[in-house]
């Protein structure tokens, strides 16, 4: 497809006619950049996101994120066109988990009730029992009978995370986010002694150091909720840096900083490049031309719903 774009272009106001010409619905992640989630019409963490997919009417669904994001989308919508800026925009954490290598993991244990969090390929929801994300993990865990083991995958730092707050002895796999183990428990600490009064809110996925020394851990939408709910006003946020915009439209008032990663980089914090291939040129001509689009084989689309249908049943019957 072509890329060429004229200069003076106004993605927003370009974007905004195409919705409406579509009868499109631009879904949104809290890490991509700013611009689009100021145009979309939800922003959200990843259950958020599912939930929004589930219930839409609209003929298209414009996903800002990442693909295993689009993809869930399409699972729960096959009749509907689910398009995504970057077909490229992958994620480290799925890529730690790769088919074969899990299938032969979980042949090898096959008594266990396999949950495994949303940050994954199709393939691998078709090899789950159900489906989790951050936010509702613990609803989902406590929802398996106390006899029956679990293999959590892929993310072994929300697992861990997970098994010592319910009290599960679980099977993990060794995955991870690298914008997630990117946090320095040292800088954060030398950040910390600068602004004493800070609270450290961190994201689950974060390692055992950080989760050690965070005032509060949850799911992206925890952490908003937290940061606008608590009566401090001097937060630091240890989570991808694209939630700061959201925070800080929501409590202007309040000092958010984010958590610093190990490696110097432009912001000093940890920012999933997978999320920032978004952008509003992509978006506009993803809209424009209806493609990259999502397709998934009809029989692989089938076995990958029942999880993500149990997620979503569990979560709602939990009111989460």
Request: hydrophobic share 40%; with cysteine.
């Amino acid at each position: 497809m072509s890329t060429s774009v004229a200069p003076a272009i106004d993605y927003a106001a370009e974007i905004k006619r195409l919705k409406k010409e579509k009868n499109a619905v631009i879904l949104a992640h809290y890490y991509v950049v700013p611009e689009i989630q100021d145009i979309a019409d939800y922003i959200g963490d990843s259950l958020g996101l599912s939930q929004q997919a589930e219930k839409t009417d609209a003929a298209m669904i414009v996903f800002c994120g990442v693909r295993f994001m689009a993809e869930t989308a399409k699972i729960l919508n096959p009749a509907k066109k689910v398009v995504l800026p970057d077909l490229d925009a992958g994620c480290s954490l799925e890529m730690s988990c790769p088919t074969e290598p899990f299938r032969k993991f979980r042949e090898e244990h096959p008594d266990h009730v396999v949950i495994s969090y949303i940050n994954c390929s199709t393939e691998i929801k078709t090899l789950s029992d159900i489906i989790c994300t951050s936010s509702n993990a613990e609803a989902i865990i406590r929802s398996v009978p106390s006899g029956k083991p679990i293999i959590f995958a892929p993310d072994k730092n929300l697992g861990r995370f997970l098994a010592k707050k319910t009290g599960r002895d679980m099977l993990l796999w060794d995955g991870a986010c690298m914008v997630h183990e990117a946090f320095s428990i040292e800088k954060l600490l030398k950040l910390h002694s600068q602004h004493p009064n800070a609270k450290i809110v961190a994201h689950p996925e974060s390692e055992e150091p950080v989760l050690r020394v965070a005032n509060y851990i949850g799911s992206t939408t925890g952490m908003i909720n937290y940061v606008k709910n608590d009566p401090h006003d001097e937060f630091i946020v240890a989570t991808e840096a694209g939630i700061m915009h959201e925070m800080m439209k929501a409590v202007p008032h309040k000092k958010i900083i984010a958590a610093p990663a190990m490696e110097d980089n432009t912001c000093a914090c940890s920012e999933c490049h997978f999320m920032k291939m978004n952008t509003m040129q992509k978006l506009y001509l993803c809209m424009k031309n209806e493609k990259p689009e999502i397709a998934i084989d009809e029989e692989l689309r089938l076995q990958a719903l029942k999880p993500i249908k149990r997620m979503l049943e569990i979560s709602k019957q939990a009111q989460l």
